[in-house]
């Protein structure tokens, strides 16, 4: 086969959902994957040019790790997997000279305040934002501000940290909140120098949408369009239902492609899978977030392609410059629940999954936390309690699925 002899460093986080779909993918393609973890495994050594332990977060000194690594198992490709290991891919990529995006492409998302920035720079829709200080006196900074807005941490993901405030007083609350999430270690080391400022941007209503593409050589391809039929309006903003295809007007689809396109050019991305979320409304649309990965979560898994190709298989096939002929979805309508968290302690147990998976069109009900372990809802939380799956020949009909699986859930919190 054509990818037979190609080795693929995966930079994979430890908490991420997408290892195995990563790893089934790569089987399929017949590359050598070398999995790169932010942590070291303990039978590391005996598997020798397979796993490597890196640093994530001190960029220089994962790029070192890896062109050590590189100096004794060469790569043809580096693939970052979520957004943790995006700037390291691009580093070290650029260390090995091998394909990838440009490093300042990458670290504009990496850093909502600089995305920010660099989009209203471009022309592209924007709100008024301002960058704080987490030291900043924050009724001095609601003074200057005009409500209501939203306060952002600049480096975590997954709507982590994302808080709405209509007024000084909850601004106030909202900005003490997220210092405090600031300053919790996981989340101070991921964020690192960016852990010491706060974006706050003005409140933008209206629908979002996702969009899931693939650039080549700075040409964006869109795979997939998913609505989020529920409303995201605050004060915190966890995601809940993705719907593909896109029930929106084919005028309105084109201003979302279109505006995603111009906002990977704004940045500067030109290789690879890219995400974006966009708010649109009477004024246009405006990109709220653009990642140089692929969508989070189990949500790839409704995605399928021409030839049966998952998500997975169609970002490797571009990454070791495989054929990519048909990249067309399939027709189905397929929709994916990230399931809320409804309350924060321990998950005591679940019931009902036999009963939602029999609900119609659903295809699986996965719980990702197990029982005995803690749940956490936004904003402190980075992870949800599992993911149902529902495919059919509308995306009201898939809608109307994952509502009455999730309907039949309970979780028992304690």
Not at 51 to 58: A, E, S
Not at 131 to 153: G, M, N, W, Y
Not at 191 to 211: F, N, Q, T
């Amino acid at each position: 086969m054509e990818s037979a002899r190609r080795r693929v460093m995966l930079l994979i986080p430890s908490a991420s959902y997408r290892a195995p779909d990563f790893m089934e993918a790569a089987g399929r393609l017949g590359i050598e994957v070398v999995v790169g973890s932010d942590r070291r495994h303990p039978l590391e050594d005996l598997h020798p040019g397979r796993q490597v332990g890196l640093d994530f977060v001190d960029v220089e000194v994962g790029t070192s790790q890896i062109e050590a690594f590189a100096d004794e198992f060469p790569l043809d490709t580096i693939v970052a997997v979520d957004d943790g290991g995006a700037l390291l891919a691009a580093a070290a990529s650029r260390r090995l000279e091998l394909p990838h995006n440009p490093l300042a492409a990458v670290e504009a998302t990496r850093n909502k305040s600089l995305l920010r920035r660099t989009l209203a720079g471009a022309g592209l829709a924007s709100p008024r934002f301002w960058d704080v200080s987490v030291s900043a006196d924050p009724a001095e900074v609601a003074r200057q501000i005009e409500f209501p807005v939203v306060l952002k941490p600049l480096a975590l993901s997954g709507s982590r940290g994302v808080i709405r405030a209509d007024d000084a007083e909850g601004f106030r609350e909202a900005f003490e909140r997220l210092k405090r999430i600031l300053r919790e270690p996981a989340n101070a080391h991921e964020c690192g120098p960016l852990a010491g400022r706060i974006l706050v941007e003005g409140y933008i209503p209206g629908i979002e949408v996702s969009v899931e593409g693939l650039l080549d050589d700075g040409r964006l391809q869109v795979l997939a369009i998913f609505d989020k039929p529920d409303p995201l309006e605050g004060p915190f903003f966890e995601e809940t239902i993705y719907v593909t295809p896109s029930r929106l007007a084919p005028d309105v689809q084109e201003l979302v492609a279109e505006t995603t396109a111009r906002a990977a050019t704004a940045l500067g991305l030109r290789d690879g899978p890219v995400h974006a979320e966009l708010r649109l409304n009477g004024d246009g649309a405006f990109p709220i977030d653009i990642a140089a990965r692929s969508i989070g979560g189990l949500c790839s898994r409704t995605l399928h392609f021409g030839a049966g190709m998952s998500l997975e298989e169609i970002i490797l096939r571009h990454a070791i410059g495989a054929d990519l002929t048909s990249v067309s979805r399939e027709s189905q309508a397929a929709g994916v629940m990230m399931i809320p968290i409804p309350a924060a302690g321990t998950l005591r147990a679940v019931h009902g999954i036999a009963d939602a998976e029999s609900v119609p069109l659903v295809e699986s009900v996965t719980i990702s936390i197990h029982p005995g372990g803690e749940v956490v809802p936004l904003p402190e939380g980075s992870e949800y309690l599992g993911f149902i799956m529902a495919r059919g020949d509308s995306p009201q009909e898939v809608e109307r699925a994952l509502r009455a699986a999730h309907a039949k859930l309970h979780f028992e919190i304690g």
